[in-house]
């Protein structure tokens, strides 16, 4: 007897709500609220575009329409991974 081939992971990941502060993401058992001061790219960005997130691996989400690629470990931990800005040089 064969086994059926695995289908596509079904690994969830939805944004629950959003403030004016941020939003909290929704990912497998767990709820992570991103404040937009650590994650300020979110902040302009559509209620739509915030909501399209792919998740490639179970390590790092994907925005498409905001090309934006996080790490999920930078989301359990933002004080890991601080905001540097490369100003003009």
């Known amino acids: 007897m064969r086994s059926e081939q695995r289908g596509a992971s079904t ?5 629950g ?3 004016r502060q941020g939003f ?3 990912l497998d058992d ?4 991103l404040p937009f ?4 790219w979110f902040r302009a960005a559509s209620i739509e575009d915030l909501t399209t997130i792919e998740r490639p691996s179970a390590h ?3 925005w498409p329409a905001l090309d934006i690629d996080l ?3 930078s989301l359990e931990h933002p ?4 905001l540097v800005s490369r100003g003009a040089v």
């Open 11 to 15: 690994s969830a990941v939805e944004v």
């Open 71 to 73: 790490a999920v470990e």
């Open 60 to 62: 790092h989400l994907y």
């Open 30 to 33: 767990r709820e992570l609220f």
């Open 24 to 26: 909290w993401l929704l």
């Open 37 to 40: 001061a650590d994650f300020p």
């Open 79 to 82: 004080e890991r991974y601080p």
């Open 17 to 19: 709500n959003v403030t």
